[in-house]
Each structure stands twice: as structure tokens, then as C-alpha cells.
């Protein structure tokens, strides 16, 4: 159990097309960038029903695990999926949600929601043709078992892809799914299939395409340095399409309530801004109809589905305010994985009654407080410096030094340059500032707001809720109150050699939980198994009678012994309890339907051979009433007895 071991392993099972591999509880599941035939009804019967382990490693064990863990502990349950862009985790959270629909014979909820989440959600980048750009939760509700409904959540959805996109990248598909289907009735081909597809959209595809089209010309609004040069086209257009005022429109670009702007300040203080904005709350919105479609009667238990970011170093060396929250996000899940495997393992040792020593793992609290504490964590003092007019990014850097310079996971710059660095778990990381308080305020002014939901701008009327919020809230509330299933997507290396792949274990916790796993006692097997396992090599035929005295006879045959080496649990005698218990349960209503079967057999016999006067007669015999010929009463006596017996064996 060693990280040569993991990756040799890993490597020779993806090259025999074996994506899935279990290293504990944990799967991983490596992106072969095709689809295999290994999803279809066949596949979900054969792990419906079974325990983890008991069949091959696949992701349809995961979601059954979770399913009967939920039906059997009666507690909501939570699969995170987590990677690096373009490791799959989109694709493994649509088969999720196939397993569990497939399982109740009901609609996939996933052909309901990932569509247009990822029209709206996706962009080609330079890791990924297809990469989502926003964190998505969503909890699946079930009645008995059934599925009821479900709710999507989304967070952090990367705004600043809409007015900025790095080399060999995109903006969102949407905007280029709606320009390529552009015929005159109504662009109804705006994505991959028509919109009459989606029913729940029909009322509103009219306010969609307005919306996004004025962002569009939005972009297409320029400016010179000193003077303001407005395209007088432009602003009929955006006006129009938004149904709002062409001269309040311009009065919100050119001037700050009642001061004059410079062509700069108007170039980032509105044009990105509200295009930024009404693509936030057009996606939220969205969401937002989508749940409306899927919503649950009533809030049951639940399987949610985390498919959250990888933790991320950007492959243009510059990194901003994104990748500080979508690293702080994998900061605080590796610190949630930690404590659920190490109390895992504590659980384990404690049900076999076997000695615990305490071992060490990696605690990244000092890190996530750098990043969050109160009251001087790094996006504390962001947002305090986005309610501040005058703060610049340079006044925010400057009080991050000023109150974390002698925090060892903290780096400073040697020369003045405008960044910082954090000693991740899984890394060094340089973030440059430049733009952190405009990413991090979202508010639009608020006459500009007013120019938005005045009474004849109908089409943004109802997009406009104000979803500002302390940036690192998105996560904490979503995972402690769950049982979590982990499944750690890796993407393979075309260059072939293992660093990238090793890059990406380490940064999945995987390393750290077989380190965790290496310290105590790593392989653990019930009595019959490891007897079963390794009889030929002592030359038994038959196996020997399962229970720890014959397994350490055994062991004893096939290497020395030393203390520490081994230790025998409990968990084949309380098996054997188990089953016992199981044994008597099954036998006594077996018992029940027998005797009740010879009851109701006897009891229509009676029926039949007896007059009513004389049952009437042994009814009042019964109380004490009436004289029973004597041939009678030994009749009536084994009725009793009969009747007596089936109570009993009721109770």
C-alpha cells in the first residue's frame, strides 16, 4: 500500500479497460474519453441489491451503497464526486442519477436537468471541450424508496468567463448554440435539441433570447480614453431587447448618479458588470425553473450529488479570484475527508476490539482558517474591503501582509509584486489580485437596479433577485449532515509517464488515506474468507472450521509470527450471532405459517361437520352454560389448544 503500488495498479487495469478501481471504500475512476458498454440494464441488476465489494468496481456500487445504506439507516445520503477538469465528473454524475432512476423504473431526472445546466453551465477550455464551470448539488428525494423529486443547487458559477476568456477558450456554449440555430422561427434550435423539447421553458424562450442577446451587444459597446464613445446602435438594441429606457440606459453608462465617468471607469464599472450580473441571474433563474419541474411534495430523504471543482492551478500561471474559491472548496472537502476516514477507522478498530494507537494525519484547519477565520481570514478581509469606496486590490494585499505575514502558510512575495501565496494540502499556490474586489462584488448600483425593474422592463423584471453573499458560505452547510460516498475522478496522462496522474491522487486525499490505512492494520479479512483463501498453500482440502484460532493456526504455517503483526477482530462471532438471530426469526414464522395453515384447515373442518345448534351449544359450552354430549368435548378441547397455540406462537 504504497503509491507505486496505486499507480501501477491503476495503470494496468485502465490499459485491460477497467476504468474503476476501489482503493477502500474510496472509487476511483479514471476518463477513457468514450463511452463503454458497460451501463445497460444487465449492469444495474447485477449490483442492485449487493453489497460493496461483492461484484467488480463500478460506479453503479457506489450509488447502490448509498441507496441501501439510506433505505437501511433511515439517514440521508451524499455521493461527492470530485476532479480536475475534464476527469469525468460530470459524465459520473448523469449515471448516478441513471442508476437510481433506472432502479425505480423512473424518469431520469438526469435527461431533465443536464441539458440545459450544461448549455448554460459549459465551456470549452484549454483542459476540456466540455467543462462545467460551476459547482452543482443536487439532492434526490425519496417516498418509500421511490423517487419523489429532486432540487439543483448551483455556486460559483464563473462570471467572468462571459467578458473574458483566455487563449484557445470559449464563453459559455449557449451564446454559440443560439447564433448557430438562428432561423426565423423564433431560433428555436438554440442548443442541441429544440426548445419545444423542454416544456417547462415554452412561456419563456423569448425573455432567454433577449437576455442573452443583449449581453452580447453589450460587448460591442466601446470607449475611448478620454472621451465617452457611445455606439447610438448598441444602445437601441440593448434597450429594446431589455424593454427599458434608451436614455436611462445611457445615463447609467456615462455618468455615477450625477458625476461624469471616464471612458475606463465606464468601460469596467458597467459594461462587464451588468453583463456579468444578467448571466448570473438568467442561470440562476433557470435553475430555478428547472426545480420547479422536479420538486419533491415534501422534503424526504435524500441522496445528493456534490460534483464539485478539483482543486486547481491554472495552466496559464495566473491565478485570481476563482481559483482561490474553488481551491478553498477542496481545502474544506479534504478536511471533511480526512475526519470521515479517520473516523472510519477509529469505528473499524473499536467494532473489532482492537487495540487503537493514535495515528497521525494531515490537519489542514490552519489552512482553511488562513483562508476563512474570523476575523482576519483572507476572504474576511475581502469582503470587508468590498464595502469599502476608496479599497483597491492593492489595499486588500496590503492588509493580508499586514496580518499574515508570519503565518508559515502564508507567502509573501520577496519583491513587491501583487500576489500572495497559500501552502495548500495539496500545494503551493501564486494568486494574483489584480481584480479580486470586482469579482467579489456582484451588486450593480442601484439605479442602475432601478432602470432594470422599473415598470416596462418586463424581460429582466424577473431575473432580478440580488444573490450577494459572504463568498465562502457555498459549501460548509452541505456536507456534515449526510453519510458520505467518495468518488475521486482522475484524468489520464497522454504523455505517458505517471506524474500527472500521481499529481492528481495526491490532491484527491487518496495518498494520505492508504498512508492513514498503512499506519494500523491495512488488510483486513473475515475468518472464512482468509481460510478459504489460503488453504492449498498449507495443503488443507477442507476448510477448516471459520474462527480466529484456526485462522492464526494457519498463519502461523505460511510466515513467522511477530507481535503486532496480526490482530484477530470479532466480526466473524457476532456474524455468527447474526445469523443465529436471523436462523430463530426465520424458523419461528415459518413455525407460525404452518400451525395457522392447520388451524384454519381444522377450524373450517369444524365448520362444516357441525350443525348450528350445536355450535351454538359449544359456544355457550365455551362460557359455561351448556351440556356437551361427551363425544363432543374432546373435539372442542383440541380446537382450544389449537387456538391457543397459534397466539402464543404469534407473540
Known sequence: MHEG??????????????????????????????????????????????????????????????YSKLMDANHNQVIIISGESGSGKTE??????????????????????????????????????????????????????????????????????????????????????????????????????????????????????????????????FFQRHEVLISAQEIRVVSELLQISPEGLQKAITYKVTVPLCALACFFGFRDAVAKILYSLLFHWLTEKINSQVYPHQHTLSISILDIYGFEVSDLTFNSFEQLCINY???????????IIFREEQEEYSREQVLWQDIPFSDNQPCIDLVAAKPHGILRILDDQSCFPQATDHTFLQKCHYHHVHNPLYIKPKMPTPEFGIKHYAGR?????????????????QDVLDLFIQKDGEVTKHFMVILWYVSYLFLSFLLFRCNPFFVRCIKPNNLKVDELVSHQLRHSGILETIRIRREGYPIRMQFDVFLFRYKSLVGVHQIPAASGENCVLMLSKL?????????VGVTKCKRERSRHLAALTLQRYTRMFFVRKRYKEFRNKMIRSFKRPLLADATQFLHGKAIIPEYCKHTIHILLFHTQLFYFVMM
Open 429 to 445: 499556490v501564486t494568486y494574483q489580485v489584480h481584480k479580486f474586489l470586482d469579482k467579489n462584488y456582484d451588486q450593480v448600483r
Open 92 to 221: 459520473a454524475t448523469k449515471l448516478v442519477l441513471r442508476y437510481l432512476a433506472a432502479i425505480q423504473h423512473t424518469s431520469n431526472i438526469a435527461q431533465q436537468v443536464s441539458p440545459l445546466m450544461e448549455s448554460f453551465g459549459n465551456a470549452k477550455t484549454v483542459r476540456n471541450d466540455n467543462s462545467s464551470r460551476f459547482g452543482k448539488y443536487i439532492e434526490v428525494f425519496l417516498e418509500n424508496g421511490v423517487i419523489s423529486g429532486a432540487i439543483t443547487s448551483q455556486y460559483l458559477l464563473e462570471k467572468s468567463r462571459i467578458v473574458f476568456q483566455a487563449k484557445d477558450e470559449r464563453n459559455y456554449h449557449i451564446f454559440y448554440e443560439m447564433l448557430a440555430g438562428l432561423p426565423s422561427q423564433q431560433k428555436r434550435a438554440f442548443y442541441l435539441q429544440d426548445a419545444e423539447t423542454y416544456y417547462y421553458l415554452n412561456q419563456d424562450q423569448a425573455s432567454i433570447f433577449r437576455v442573452l442577446a443583449s449581453i452580447l451587444h453589450l460587448g460591442n459597446i
Open 5 to 66: 503500488a496505486v499507480l501501477l495498479n491503476i495503470k494496468t487495469r485502465f490499459q485491460r479497460e477497467l476504468i474503476y478501481t476501489y482503493i477502500g471504500s474510496i472509487l476511483v475512476s479514471v476518463n477513457p474519453y468514450r463511452m463503454y458498454n458497460i451501463y445497460g440494464t444487465d449492469m444495474v441488476l447485477l449490483y442492485k441489491g449487493h453489497a460493496l465489494g461483492e461484484n467488480p468496481p463500478h460506479l453503479f456500487a457506489i450509488a447502490n451503497a448509498a
Open 559 to 567: 510466515c513467522p509470527l511477530r507481535p503486532g503483526l496480526y490482530h
Open 329 to 339: 472548496a477542496n481545502e474544506y472537502l479534504q478536511f471533511f475527508f480526512n475526519r
